[in-house]
């Protein structure tokens, strides 16, 4: 099992740029495969974007595609999702989640076991 720890939430512009975080502690954070999800008032948890273990291998929602990068730094155990252009539809509380994985450039939708608490991210209009 590892622990996540989001942070960097805050209210952002339309328009503006944020850096959210996610710390890990527990497990080898590196035999992990992570992502960040969404989840928007009165809608489902969506995923946002995924990486796989090695960092080389990343999903795009089509709705952040160009706009949102996610990132690792494993020897820091820690996950980045860098959002720029932000809207005001992505206003959401954002998780960051984890999950084995047996290979090093696999990413997944699914099946994640270990979740943070999340955080909340506004963009004002």
């Known amino acids: 099992q590892v622990q996540l720890v989001e942070s960097g939430g805050v209210l952002v512009q339309n328009g503006g740029s944020l850096r959210l975080s996610c710390a890990a502690s527990?497990?080898?954070?590196?035999?992990?495969?992570i992502c960040w999800f969404r989840q928007a008032p009165g809608k489902d948890r969506d995923i946002v974007a995924a990486?796989?273990?090695?960092?080389?291998?990343?999903y795009f929602a089509d709705s952040v595609q160009g706009r949102f990068n996610i990132s690792r730094d494993n020897a820091k155990n820690t996950l980045y999702l860098q959002m720029s252009s932000l809207k005001p539809e992505d206003t959401a509380v954002y998780y960051c989640?984890?999950?084995?994985?047996?290979?090093?450039?696999?990413?997944?939708?699914?099946?994640?076991?270990?979740w943070g608490q999340g955080i909340q991210d506004t963009v004002s209009s």
């Open positions: 990486i796989s273990r090695s960092g080389g291998i990343k």
């Open positions: 989640a984890a999950r084995l994985s047996p290979t090093t450039t696999s990413w997944y939708f699914s099946g994640y076991s270990d």
């Open positions: 527990g497990r080898t954070f590196s035999t992990y495969a």
